[in-house]
């Protein structure tokens, strides 16, 4: 495309430009058949990832708050009731001052909207994350589709065999270096990692083969950010990257796993769960593994190991820095 950017074109369909850019970019798709045909790919893709879809809103329960002022009420109505005898027994003069029981009661009132009021916002920033991290996630689905559809194969980036892109962070570099997604994309809100790392960036596969020693350790268990991302399989004692069938149980990114966690789940969202992007390109959020929505674990393959899936059909995904085939297995006691 020499007119119009891929970026350009997604804000378009996402009813994110201007007026003035808008009307340019429906002027070039008049005058381009080629730039046309390239929207409606686009379009699908933006379809099938869910991003045309309006947010879901939940309404709260039925009668929530006459609940919770009869409540308030029900918990205050003895401290009222003798705070009143009191200052009718002492007269006026005192009735005009607020007593230790007067503070009392309002002090339980505190505490119980305190009660209701904090754990929800606790609750809403959680979903808030995870929907965050949903669509980073949606948007490396757009990109890793992308990159399949540039491939004769269909094959998504993984990694190699050997050699300084032999770690699974580095599917971030490849997208990244063919501009099918931005750096900032692979952070996770709900990740605690994310506030220790400052002015993020994914290095180029350039800068990666370029490195030696700590550096490219270092580049090798950052530059896949907050995600986990799918080994491929072997074949033959070969490695082989995953291609586009359109799955809708493979899974292809996740939030990271975690070697301190049980069963080497994320530690992403306080460990109480990850988001999962499936080849399909849909995202699901999955409380616990092993779990009934993910009949293979997504963290390691069929005979227990961090490793490359055994066949085409078993899906494994390693942090940024985790080799596709190590020679650790891993403890099984409980799985």
Same mark, same amino acid.
């Given at each position: 495309?020499?007119?119009?950017?891929?970026?350009?074109?997604?804000?378009?369909?996402?009813?994110?430009?201007?007026?003035?850019?808008?009307?340019?970019?429906?002027?070039?798709?008049?005058?381009?058949?080629? /730039?046309? !045909?390239?929207?409606?790919?686009? *379009?699908?893709?933006?379809? @099938?990832? $869910?991003?045309? =879809?309006?947010? +879901?809103?939940?309404?709260?329960?039925?009668?929530?708050?006459?609940?919770?002022?009869?409540?308030?009420?029900?918990?205050?109505?003895?401290?009222?009731?003798?705070?009143?005898?009191?200052?009718?027994?002492?007269?006026?003069?005192?009735?005009?001052?607020?007593?230790?029981?007067?503070?009392?009661?309002?002090?339980?009132?505190?505490?119980?909207?305190?009660?209701?009021?904090?754990?929800?916002?606790?609750?809403?920033?959680?979903?808030?994350?995870?929907?965050?991290?949903?669509?980073?996630?949606?948007?490396?689905?757009?990109?890793?589709?992308?990159?399949?559809?540039?491939?004769?194969?269909?094959?998504?980036?993984?990694?190699?065999?050997?050699?300084?892109?032999?770690?699974?962070?580095?599917?971030?570099?490849? /997208?990244? !270096?063919?501009?099918?997604?931005? *750096?900032?994309?692979?952070? @996770?809100? $709900?990740?605690? =990692?994310?506030? +220790?790392?400052?002015?993020?960036?994914?290095?180029?596969?350039?800068?990666?083969?370029?490195?030696?020693?700590?550096?490219?350790?270092?580049?090798?268990?950052?530059?896949?950010?907050?995600?986990?991302?799918?080994?491929?399989?072997?074949?033959?004692?070969?490695?082989?990257?995953?291609?586009?069938?359109?799955?809708?149980?493979?899974?292809?990114?996740?939030?990271?796993?975690?070697?301190?966690?049980?069963?080497?789940?994320?530690?992403?969202?306080?460990?109480?769960?990850?988001?999962?992007?499936?080849?399909?390109?849909?995202?699901?959020?999955?409380?616990?593994?092993?779990?009934?929505?993910?009949?293979?674990?997504?963290?390691?393959?069929?005979?227990?190991?961090?490793?490359?899936?055994?066949?085409?059909?078993?899906?494994?995904?390693?942090?940024?820095?985790?080799?596709?085939?190590?020679?650790?297995?891993?403890?099984?006691?409980?799985?």
């Amino acid at each position: 495309m020499n007119q119009l950017s891929r970026e350009q074109m997604l804000g378009y369909l996402l009813g994110a430009l201007d007026s003035a850019d808008h009307e340019q970019v429906e002027t070039d798709l008049d005058h381009d058949p080629e /730039l046309r !045909a390239e929207l409606d790919r686009l *379009s699908a893709c933006v379809r @099938c990832l $869910g991003l045309d =879809e309006e947010p +879901r809103h939940d309404e709260p329960p039925a009668g929530l708050v006459e609940r919770t002022c009869r409540f308030v009420a029900a918990q205050t109505e003895p401290l009222v009731t003798r705070s009143a005898a009191l200052s009718s027994y002492y007269g006026a003069e005192q009735q005009r001052r607020m007593t230790w029981y007067d503070m009392t009661t309002a002090a339980a009132v505190l505490v119980v909207a305190a009660s209701l009021f904090f754990p929800a916002v606790s609750f809403s920033r959680f979903q808030s994350q995870i929907a965050g991290c949903q669509n980073h996630l949606r948007l490396i689905g757009l990109g890793m589709h992308g990159f399949s559809d540039a491939q004769p194969d269909h094959s998504f980036p993984s990694p190699e065999q050997e050699g300084n892109r032999a770690a699974a962070g580095v599917v971030a570099s490849l /997208l990244v !270096a063919n501009q099918f997604a931005d *750096s900032t994309a692979f952070l @996770c809100p $709900g990740s605690q =990692e994310r506030r +220790r790392v400052a002015n993020f960036r994914v290095p180029f596969p350039q800068e990666l083969d370029a490195a030696v020693g700590k550096e490219l350790t270092a580049m090798q268990h950052s530059m896949g950010g907050d995600f986990g991302y799918n080994f491929g399989y072997v074949v033959d004692g070969k490695l082989q990257p995953p291609c586009n069938s359109g799955r809708g149980q493979y899974v292809l990114v996740a939030d990271a796993p975690s070697n301190t966690q049980l069963h080497r789940v994320s530690s992403n969202h306080r460990g109480r769960g990850q988001n999962v992007l499936y080849e399909d390109g849909h995202v699901q959020f999955i409380l616990q593994i092993p779990s009934p929505h993910l009949p293979d674990d997504p963290y390691h393959n069929r005979e227990g190991w961090v490793s490359a899936g055994l066949d085409r059909e078993d899906a494994v995904l390693g942090a940024s820095g985790d080799h596709p085939l190590p020679i650790t297995l891993i403890n099984n006691s409980g799985r």
